[in-house]
């Protein structure tokens, strides 16, 4: 798929959207990639003594998630200038099963530099987990 | 140990120098499950401009996350880590990071506020080239919940 183009893009434009399934191992490799080995994203004993039901997905994991949605969009991670969310509710990620992070994307921003704004939503298990989710995005 | 709002505008010594290679920026892209060619094949991120291959937006949350120690970790700061949930996180980038960065984090809390009982501390870390080029500032802000019941 061709890169979007500034010209083109539309206030309203949608983007495609993402489901993401997140398992043990999947956090258990951010932990490792990243370096935060907190062990409410791998250990269901010392995740409910902390007062969570279970395990949960580190918050920058659904973040970086729900950024491929733009980067998936424009082929380029280095379009994304400005990226900020706020966590509203952890990503609880079961043993077996799993969660799923369903990610939307829509232009809700176009300024004269050359950059679009788009909003992402974040779900799972049908619960907003993101809010204020916003990319500023830089397209030729 | 109390949490001591009057810390705000503190600043902290940079961290030590954090070389970024190819193979970890291609780790963390497999973690977050990008599968960019930017993020792994040199030739494919030079034809989109950029000198070597690129971390994705969130990377450098690897080197403020390790930086922002320092401010967390403040006894006189006071925050109680072991309450501590992730409230807000965001990127503000002058450029992406590449392979073959060298770069410094500098952290500084930006606000800290106590709200309904939770302890809200905004961190902000300035990461640059150890040339001094700005590359990207990361701002976090940390919840310690309130101790139920209190």
Known sequence: MSAPRHADVEIGDRLPELALPLHRDDLVRYAGASGDFNPIHWNERFA????????????????????????????????????????????VVPDPGGAVLVVTGEVTGKRDDGTVVVTLTATSAGEKVLAQARAVVRLT | MAFDPSCAGRTYPPSAPYEVGREKIREFATAIGDHSPACRDPAAARRLGHPDVIAPPTFPAVLTFAAGRVAIQDPEVGLDYSRVVHGEQRFVASRPVHAGDVLVGVTSIETARQVAGNDLLTTRCDVSTVDGEHVVTAYSTLVARAIAGS
């Not at chain 1, 039901?53 to 991670?77: E, K, N, Q, Y």
Request: charged residues 20%.
């Open chain 1, 48 to 91: 409910r003594e902390v007062g969570l039901p279970d395990v949960i997905a580190h918050g920058m994991l659904t973040m970086a998630g729900a950024a491929r949605v733009v980067t998936d969009w424009t082929g380029d991670p280095g379009t994304v200038v400005e990226y900020g969310v706020r966590f509203t509710r952890p990503v």
